[in-house]
């Protein structure tokens, strides 16, 4: 087992990375020191899986859980489930001294961590992920939240867990779309940091997409370190934790414009990515060797390069991107690379030219 510090003063926590987490999950958070009563707040999907293990490693450590469950898939990140489990926690007497187990993907991670950061100002959360988007990045760091019509994650908190289980026998159960999802989020930790991280994965990708667990476990590990040092720096993003959000910009309005069921987050992201490559060359002189690599990455991976979007999709588009958490005085902020490895935040972008970007990825789709 490898294990990743997220150091954060007396908020610091440790994040597992290895197998059998789930099983041994009641003995890692009897050492925590936490409330008998717990809740589990899972999806529809995973509950099936996993719930049962969880609960009962839960109850034999000597906790008193509940399970909540919450239907499968982003349509679920709302205020109006978070109502809903309000609703429960309270029926179940959850208390100040309870904690909350997130035990999901990145939809499920984010919307108990909210619930965790609101419930009675404030309950102790541990993350389960489920999947390896949530293992390498939602999961880390303390962003919880939920959507609005408007766009995604508008209303949130910075909410730190006390334990992270990255339990890597989940990948077995975990489907095809969902796995290369999450391999959008790895290519970004290269990208935005790790030039030698980025040629790994060219170089590996083929044993990466059947999952071979060694390969795996390193990259999860190395995901978490990187985004361990940038959150240990920089806890609720006024500087450099914004280049996680390299490819966010696009990638969640595109996820806004199609009611946050036509794309997976990994899949929008990988089509932003290539946009914000492809500004960046034309706004900082980025290679476009270098582009050209992204794309290719992302290609090898079996993510979409391209989408279809009508001239009224893309007006829409834009649209929802000038309502991203990123907007500064009105001006939408991109995070732009200079080389892969090294990226700047805060980069305003003329207009006609992000839409001509947005129309270069639509015409690609044409060809």
């Not at 009962?56 to 679920?76: Q, R, W």
């Not at 029926?91 to 999901?104: P, Q, T, W």
């Not at 490819?247 to 036509?262: C, D, K, V």
Request: net charge neutral; hydrophobic share 45%; charged share 20%.
């Amino acid at each position: 087992m490898q294990n990743v510090r997220v150091e954060l003063g007396s908020r610091t926590y440790r994040i597992a990375i290895g197998p059998s987490l789930i099983a041994n999950l009641g003995v890692e958070c009897k050492n925590l020191n936490l409330g008998q009563k717990c809740a589990i707040v899972s999806d529809s999907n995973v509950s099936l899986i996993y719930g049962e293990t969880v609960f009962k490693s839960l109850k034999s450590a000597g906790f008193d859980p509940v399970l909540i469950t919450i239907p499968a898939g982003e349509i679920s990140k709302n205020l109006s489930e978070v109502q809903s489990c309000y609703e429960l926690l309270a029926h179940h007497r959850v208390e100040r001294k309870s904690f909350i187990v997130a035990l999901g993907g990145g939809v499920v991670g984010d919307l108990a961590g909210f619930l965790a950061a609101t419930y009675l100002r404030g309950v102790p959360l541990v993350q389960v992920p489920t999947t390896l988007l949530a293992q390498v990045d939602s999961s880390v760091g303390g962003k919880v939240g939920v959507n609005l019509k408007a766009g995604k994650n508008l209303v949130g908190a910075f909410y730190q867990p006390r334990y992270v289980a990255c339990d890597q026998s989940v990948f077995a159960t975990l489907p095809d779309r969902e796995y290369k999802a999450g391999l959008a989020e790895v290519i970004k930790y290269g990208i935005i940091y790790d030039r030698s991280f980025f040629v790994k994965i060219e170089q590996n990708i083929e044993l990466l997409l059947k999952r071979d667990p060694v390969l795996l476990s390193e990259i999860v590990a190395r995901c978490c370190q990187i985004k361990a040092e940038i959150v240990g720096q920089d806890e609720t993003e006024t500087g450099l934790r914004a280049i996680l959000n390299f490819g966010h910009t696009i990638g969640h309005g595109l996820e806004a414009i199609s009611g946050y069921g036509q794309w997976l987050h990994g899949e929008a992201i990988s089509i932003g990515q290539i946009a914000a490559a492809r500004l960046s060359a034309r706004l900082l002189g980025f290679p476009q060797i270098e582009v050209d690599r992204i794309r290719s990455l992302f290609s090898r991976v079996g993510l979409p390069t391209h989408i279809a979007l009508p001239a009224s999709d893309r007006r829409r588009l834009l649209d929802a991107m000038n309502v991203d958490k990123k907007v500064v005085a009105g001006e939408i902020k991109f995070v732009l690379a200079r080389t892969i490895g090294t990226v700047e935040f805060g980069h305003g972008v003329p207009e006609d030219l992000l839409m001509e970007i947005i129309e270069t990825l639509h015409e690609q789709g044409l060809n």
